[in-house]
């Protein structure tokens, strides 16, 4: 689904979950490069980065680094284990911290410019989505989709029960106990969700989440469990026909054969995520970290990201599978909130959410 497990050069097993405390985890042992510049690089991302099977590949044979790829859980995971490690830094780059999570990795100063500076035409193209407060330019937008709420028409229809077509509808009795969402405290989805509906509700989101919550959500850790273990239409036989996830996963779930999707997103309901690679600070290998975040905005890895992660590219140079237009658009007006009050409000509304959901 929308994002699938890597394949890759190699996979470094997840951070242990003693670094959840504090602890820095061991670094991981580099393999060596057979490629012409030799060396490695560890690339620190959430545990749904996907590139399309020998891309990796491609990069050692360009530019004669190897990948290492450590993935310890989903983005406000990443995020967070970058913050616990940052003076001893696990890896080189990082990919997707989101702007529901930016304005952190700037103010821990996480992230530093790439040195050289990128090169390929679609830096330009992600200019529109860069963040704010990023002057010196030390995360660069790779690709951008909407967070919305999706359903399982096929079990609607089973079920002969008329799906929900809004926010406001997921905390009628008639869906009690049918959503299940992410939490907003790890994973760049959840965090998303809430400010979709902070942006829709007001000073009224608490009041709102207390009535998701007296209808009965499920609150995973992260999407991949959201949608592959509890969604009915995932990976999995879950007992929940609404989840959140994006707009683009209908896509996934067209059946062999069919002309349609059995699932469907709400665009009325949708956040606009995008996502950033960067050079991690103090990184052992600051050259061979710029050049992946050069070659994540490469046609080739751009033109990937559909296939592989179901978000749009930022490169304006790539088409997008056809059946996007029709199955996976993004939304006309996707639900907001500044970047700046994003930044200033972050922990207060987390700390409020946590109360009101998970207390």
């Not at 891309?55 to 004669?64: A, K, M, P, V």
Request: proline share 7%; hydrophobic share 45%.
């Amino acid at each position: 689904m929308r994002k699938r497990l890597l394949i890759g050069t190699l996979v470094v097993p997840a951070l242990a979950a003693c670094s959840a405390v504090g602890a820095a985890p061991p670094s991981p042992t580099a393999p060596t490069s057979t490629g012409a510049a030799g060396g490695a690089i560890t690339l620190v991302t959430h545990d749904s980065f996907a590139l399309s099977k020998g891309i990796l590949e491609d990069f050692t044979q360009q530019t004669g680094y190897t990948v290492n790829v450590v993935q310890p859980g989903d983005a406000g995971t990443l995020v967070n284990q970058l913050v616990l490690t940052k003076d001893a830094p696990v890896g080189d780059v990082t990919f997707g911290i989101d702007n529901t999570f930016a304005s952190r990795a700037l103010d821990e100063k996480v992230v530093v410019p790439p040195s050289p500076a990128l090169t390929a035409a679609a830096v330009k193209d992600g200019a529109q989505y860069r963040v704010p407060s990023d002057t010196a330019g030390a995360l660069t937008p790779i690709d951008v989709g909407d967070v919305c709420v999706n359903v399982d028409h096929a079990w609607f229809t089973a079920h002969k029960l008329t799906e929900p077509a809004s926010l406001d509808d997921l905390v009628k009795p008639a869906y009690k106990g049918l959503f299940v969402t992410e939490s907003a405290t790890t994973s760049s989805p959840g965090f998303a969700f809430l400010l979709a509906t902070i942006a829709a509700k007001g000073d009224g989101w608490q009041a709102y989440w207390k009535a998701l919550k007296a209808n009965g959500v499920k609150i995973d850790d992260g999407w991949e469990n959201a949608w592959n273990v509890d969604y009915t239409a995932g990976g999995g036989n879950g007992q929940f026909p609404i989840v959140l996830s994006y707009s683009s996963s209908p896509v996934d779930t067209v059946p062999k054969g069919g002309t349609s999707p059995t699932t469907g997103a709400l665009l009325d309901t949708c956040f606009r995520q995008v996502e950033y690679a960067g050079v991690i600070a103090g990184a052992k290998n600051p050259a061979g970290a710029a050049a992946f975040v050069n070659f994540l905005l490469s046609d080739e890895v751009q033109a990937d990201i559909p296939g592989s992660m179901y978000m749009y590219p930022v490169s304006s140079s790539v088409k997008v599978p056809t059946d996007w237009a029709q199955w996976a658009p993004l939304a006309t007006q996707p639900l907001s909130v500044p970047a700046a009050d994003i930044a200033a409000h972050r922990s207060d509304w987390l700390q409020q959410w946590s109360d009101v959901a998970l207390g």
